[in-house]
């Protein structure tokens, strides 16, 4: 699909235990965690460094698609693999020490907060305010480059201006208020129960009908039933960015999106074979057999 010489940027996940149920989030049930059969594990260290040794002096960007990077004990020692490092975090948990550790390293840390104290915890359930303050601080007072990326959702609209300027004062060196499409949908307790309703700041649209045990069954049916996908041309973020994405079992994939409910698995020894097995899906692209994460993720 891509020259190995054509890769900018490895995007791995390093560890798949998080310590929150955010409701958007493909670990659980709308922040079920009881319905949904993860194991939760943090990458060997022996195959993060063959990865880096396979990919030297490419920039990595440490964001899972299941947890939170900091949920690795040696995120430390992760992070010395590689010359230029971001790590995406809720910011609530990981050691004081391993914060002050990365920002002595050069880690750019962001930090994933939407909201303030009263309304964070809405989407990043069960998240602890002061400690996500407390983390920041002891990374930014320890030099580290922090930024502040804000989901705007209705509950928390009214707070993006409070928040930037918050983040100010802790002295993060960027605020990003974005609209992910994590903006709709149920949110529920760890008993399944539906306690609020995640809406859109930019639209009118009220909570729906939710059929708690239809969904669940969608939801655990890793692969949908085959129908026609030829309709969409397919814009390849691999292609297009040259960004591969490492699964917690340190397993190369074409991009995060294929990581999410893998269905495919690499064939070969080296990584350019293995990229090179994953041609299939580029010459489905555009027929009726086009996968349907690639339709789905990056079609247009």
Same mark, same amino acid.
């Given at each position: 699909m891509?020259?190995? =010489?054509n890769?900018?940027?490895?995007?791995?996940?390093?560890?798949?235990?998080?310590?929150?149920r955010c @409701?958007?989030?493909?670990r659980?049930?709308?922040?079920? #965690?009881? @319905?949904?059969d993860?194991v939760?594990?943090?990458?060997? /260290? +022996? $195959?993060?460094? &063959?990865?880096?040794?396979?990919f030297p002096?490419?920039?990595?960007l440490?964001?899972?698609?299941?947890?939170?990077p900091?949920?690795h004990?040696d !995120?430390?020692?992760?992070?010395e /693999?590689f010359?230029n490092v971001w790590?995406?975090?809720n910011?609530?948990?990981?050691?004081?020490e391993s914060?002050k550790?990365?920002?002595?390293?050069?880690v750019s840390? =962001?930090?994933?907060?939407?909201?303030?104290?009263d309304t %964070?915890?809405?989407y990043r359930?069960?998240?602890v305010? %002061?400690? !996500?303050i407390?983390?920041a $601080?002891?990374?930014?007072d320890?030099g580290?480059?922090?930024?502040w990326r804000?989901i705007?959702?209705?509950?928390?609209q009214?707070?993006?201006e409070?928040? *930037?300027q918050l983040? =100010?004062?802790?002295?993060? $060196?960027i605020?990003?208020?974005?609209d992910?499409?994590r903006n709709?949908? @149920?949110?529920? #307790?760890?008993q399944?129960?539906i306690?609020n309703?995640l809406?859109?700041h930019?639209?009118?649209?009220? @909570?729906?009908?939710?059929d708690?045990?239809?969904?669940?069954r969608?939801? $655990?049916d890793k692969?949908?039933p085959?129908?026609?996908?030829? #309709?969409r041309s397919?814009?390849?973020e691999?292609? *297009?960015?040259?960004?591969?994405?490492? %699964?917690?079992?340190?397993e190369?994939l074409?991009?995060c999106y294929h990581?999410?409910n893998? +269905?495919i %698995?690499?064939?070969?020894n080296?990584p350019? &074979?293995? /990229?090179?097995?994953?041609k299939?899906?580029?010459d489905?692209?555009?027929?009726?057999?086009?996968d &349907?994460?690639?339709?789905?993720?990056?079609?247009?």
């Amino acid at each position: 699909m891509i020259d190995i =010489k054509n890769i900018k940027r490895l995007h791995i996940e390093i560890s798949s235990m998080c310590n929150a149920r955010c @409701p958007q989030c493909p670990r659980n049930f709308y922040g079920w #965690n009881d @319905p949904i059969d993860l194991v939760g594990k943090n990458i060997d /260290l +022996h $195959k993060l460094k &063959e990865i880096s040794k396979n990919f030297p002096n490419i920039p990595a960007l440490f964001c899972g698609n299941h947890g939170d990077p900091m949920m690795h004990q040696d !995120i430390v020692e992760c992070a010395e /693999l590689f010359n230029n490092v971001w790590i995406d975090t809720n910011g609530s948990i990981g050691r004081l020490e391993s914060f002050k550790a990365l920002a002595k390293q050069g880690v750019s840390i =962001k930090f994933n907060i939407d909201g303030l104290e009263d309304t %964070n915890h809405i989407y990043r359930q069960d998240t602890v305010w %002061n400690n !996500i303050i407390n983390r920041a $601080k002891t990374f930014i007072d320890a030099g580290g480059e922090a930024m502040w990326r804000f989901i705007v959702f209705r509950h928390n609209q009214h707070q993006i201006e409070d928040a *930037r300027q918050l983040s =100010k004062q802790l002295g993060f $060196k960027i605020f990003e208020a974005s609209d992910l499409g994590r903006n709709y949908g @149920p949110i529920m #307790n760890t008993q399944g129960e539906i306690i609020n309703w995640l809406l859109p700041h930019n639209t009118n649209d009220q @909570p729906g009908e939710f059929d708690t045990e239809f969904e669940l069954r969608i939801k $655990k049916d890793k692969i949908a039933p085959m129908i026609d996908y030829s #309709n969409r041309s397919i814009d390849c973020e691999l292609k *297009r960015e040259g960004v591969v994405y490492f %699964n917690v079992d340190g397993e190369l994939l074409p991009c995060c999106y294929h990581g999410v409910n893998q +269905h495919i %698995n690499p064939i070969g020894n080296t990584p350019q &074979e293995q /990229l090179d097995s994953f041609k299939f899906l580029e010459d489905a692209w555009q027929t009726s057999k086009c996968d &349907e994460t690639c339709y789905g993720s990056c079609g247009r």
